[in-house]
């Protein structure tokens, strides 16, 4: 089944968030989080769904939604209200909210530094697990008054989880179940070309985006916006290239690919990013470790009192946690998931879990023409059992 959005003369320009949600008739709130460190961080809220008895009620229980690397809070909402999860949620009767990590198109914002500095952009996926994640949760529980909620993340968003269950141990108490979805720590086995091309220079990569002040990779704009609309319509030839590239970041696989909505897809992502979080995968390809940035000789020596990065420290994480994978995902590698389930010694493993369809790729969990009946009926099945 295929969801058409709105065309994009419905809205005289293109839909922002907010707008895609409203123009389906659903409840739309935006709500800023401040970090601790000073980045301004949005995320969207449906409080409520369309569905018979999903309407607005108090202390309806929340899923928390956190996406990937160079995505935003669209990827959960930009196929529609037949398969995308956040509305098949809201329609269940949850209270859901979509974050935005720093630097992204919704969270380029801090209390003092211009977002066009270098300072700016000196973070990773470890900053996003320490800061903006558990900065985003306390500000659901002091809205909501809910002490603890459903976390899913898709990829990146499985990344700093992690981090933030490991490093700020506290937080597996605020977890009903955390939900992986295309779950990223270990890299050794990753198909992906891009971080196999970038990971044999990663040092110099790192050294020159710094000399030459490239902080920010793949930035949104207007342009880059309406670029990736127009560029991957159905009636335009560069379609297949839009394909094409979705396909070499996460593998192939055509069939489930939604063409209808690709231009909608390819305008939201990229949403942008440190280019520091790309070197800090292509290191974890090259060390085998889940374990923080590494400096160099000397710069871990200064910031962590050794000469080789500190691994993250799986065995603090406790909360429920349910590990879902594909054979055909180009990043988060069948084998590599394995690895990461053998090192939760301490959490409540729920289960790991095969989307049933050989072909599915890591981008699939978004997106996939079938993936309501293929993953997101399960995951809505698990936070209704734990509910």
Known sequence: VTCALPTKDAFNRFPSVTEMIESYGYPVESHV??????????????PYGLAHGAGPAPNKPVVFLQHGLLSSSADWVVIGPES???????????????????GN??????????????????FTWHEMGIHDIPAMIDYVTRTTGQQRMHYVGHSQGTTSMFIMLSERPEYNDRIILAQALAPVAFMSNLRSPFIRALSPHVNAV???????????????????????????????WFQEVCANALFLIGGFNSEQLNRTQLPLIMANAPAGSSSQQLVHYAQLYNSGHFRQFDHGLIGNWQQYGSFTPPDYPLDRITAPIALHY???????????????????????????????????????????????PLLNLRVI????RYN
């Open 33 to 46: 989080a401040q970090t601790a460190d000073g980045y301004l961080l949005t995320m969207h809220r449906i």
């Open 84 to 102: 995308a999860l956040a509305y098949m949620l809201a329609d269940r009767g949850y209270d859901v909210w979509m974050g935005n990590y720093r």
């Open 105 to 122: 198109t919704w969270s380029r914002n801090h209390t003092h530094i211009n977002p066009d500095h270098r300072s700016f952009w000196t």
């Open 206 to 236: 790192d050294m020159w985006t710094s000399l030459l002040g490239m902080h920010e990779f793949l930035p949104s704009d207007s342009m880059m916006q309406m670029g990736g609309y127009l560029l991957c319509r159905d009636e335009s």
């Open 326 to 372: 594909s054979d055909n995902d180009w990043l988060a590698a069948v084998s590599d998931v394995q690895h990461l389930r053998s090192q939760l010694t301490n959490a409540e493993i729920v289960g790991l879990f095969r989307v049933p369809l050989a072909a599915f790729n890591h981008l699939d969990f978004l997106w996939a023409i079938d993936v309501a």
């Open 381 to 384: 099945s698990f936070i209704d």
